[in-house]
């Protein structure tokens, strides 16, 4: 029986899997590395994030995405965004240096057993460990408009699901949502020759403004600090305290994981989308149905249209009832707060003792820093830490605990 059962490998997990290996645990690590980097976003994308918020971790912080670049004869500056092609070969390079062997295959199914847990892979065998640290992304989170759900795939897909979008040549497309996500699609889509619309809810688009310059006076610096989330005071919170956030009242929390970095478009993209894309704003679909050649939009503000494609670029939901690896009884036993999202204490243990998070789904309890692979630095060592402190004190016992609730070791530790 294996100490950790690593179940993702984006960056969270091979941070995970990293510190843990250097913790000398015995694990093992399942996922295929950076699948969503590789697979889910088209070429020509770019990281939103800065090149030095964007480092995956290992303890010496030796494998840095700086250290990569240098390999290969690129310099990674402040305010220059990186490509997503080279953080996914990146994301490659960490691994192969500052992980064990991971297992490409993929964990179908987790459940309790006597003194851990079991892991199913997709081609049936089964992996003991005592402990589980869950990193799956955001995949399993993706979130459909509910006007929109229903319909074939050929005619609506979610952003995330295109590793391409040549299929989009010479077509009309409408995009929805606001985000960067949204209108960086629109502009790739655009540059491509494809009709392109975006409908955004809100009455006008956000734009981030251009970093400031990573070198300043003392006084610009102590008014406007540099954060792995932007500059400023409330960001640097968020970005470098998570476990300070996680001390706040819920209430507190919920209001800023729903209103905190909300939908704003990359400086470097904004040139590429205005003149250049369509944008409808104060738009919402409420109706949605199949026709002739696409897709027929009923929206609040305009008169119903037609379009060949919808694709909805409208984030991630993370809720306990979307983790369908867990089997029923150990997804129901977990408990949650109030986005839905599993409670985790305050080293990512949830409220079955054993199993660990990581990732969006910890955002409600850890904050915006989780969305943004900057927060699998914090994540990594804090969750290692405690996954050592399950093992000295006792693993899951194989009997479900009642729902929300931590055990006795849990209640001491907060």
Known sequence: MYDLLVVGAG??????????????????????PMA????????????????????????AARWR?????????????????IPVEMFAEYGLWFAHNAVPDVDERTVTRIAPRPGGFEAVTEDGETVHARTVALAVGVMPFVEIPAALRGLSPDLVSHSSHHGDLERFRGRDVTVIGGGQAALETAALL??????????????????????????????QSARSPHSG??????????AERPGLYRRLPEPTR?????????????????????????VRLDHEVTAARAVPGGVRLEVTGAEPFETEHVIAATG???????????????????????????????????????????????????????????????TA??????????????????????????????????
């Open 316 to 378: 991630f939901k993370a809720t306990r009832e979307r983790l369908g690896l867990l089997s029923g009884e150990l997804r129901d036993a977990l408990g949650t707060v109030a986005d839905g999202s599993p409670e985790v204490g305050r080293d990512f243990e949830s409220s079955y003792p054993g199993l660990f998070m990581a990732g969006l789904v910890t955002a409600a309890g850890f904050g915006p820093a989780m969305r943004f692979v900057h927060g699998a630095t914090f």
């Open 65 to 81: 995405l700086d250290v990569y670049c240098a390999t290969q004869g690129v310099t990674a500056r402040h305010g220059e965004p």
């Open 190 to 219: 655009a540059e491509q020759d494809t009709r392109v619309r975006v409908l955004a809810r809100a009455g006008q688009l956000c734009w981030n403004d251009v970093p400031p310059p990573w070198e300043r006076s003392w006084w």
């Open 229 to 238: 989330l932007g500059p400023g005071w409330r960001n640097w919170f968020y």
């Open 254 to 278: 919920a209001r800023i994981a729903g209103t905190a970095l909300g939908p704003a478009g990359a400086w470097w993209v904004r040139d590429r989308v205005e003149g250049s894309v369509e």
């Open 36 to 59: 969503s980097w590789r697979d889910n976003m088209p070429g020509g994308m770019f990281l939103k994030s800065e090149p030095w918020a964007s480092n995956l971790s290992d303890p």
């Open 381 to 414: 060592g804090t969750l290692v830490r405690g996954v050592r402190r399950r093992l000295r004190t006792g693993a899951a016992s194989g009997a479900i605990p009642a729902p929300g609730r931590h055990d006795a070791t849990e209640t001491v530790r907060g």
């Open 11 to 32: 960056p969270y997990g091979l941070s995970i899997a990293s510190h843990a290996a250097a913790a000398g645990l015995s694990l093992r690590v399942f996922g295929r």
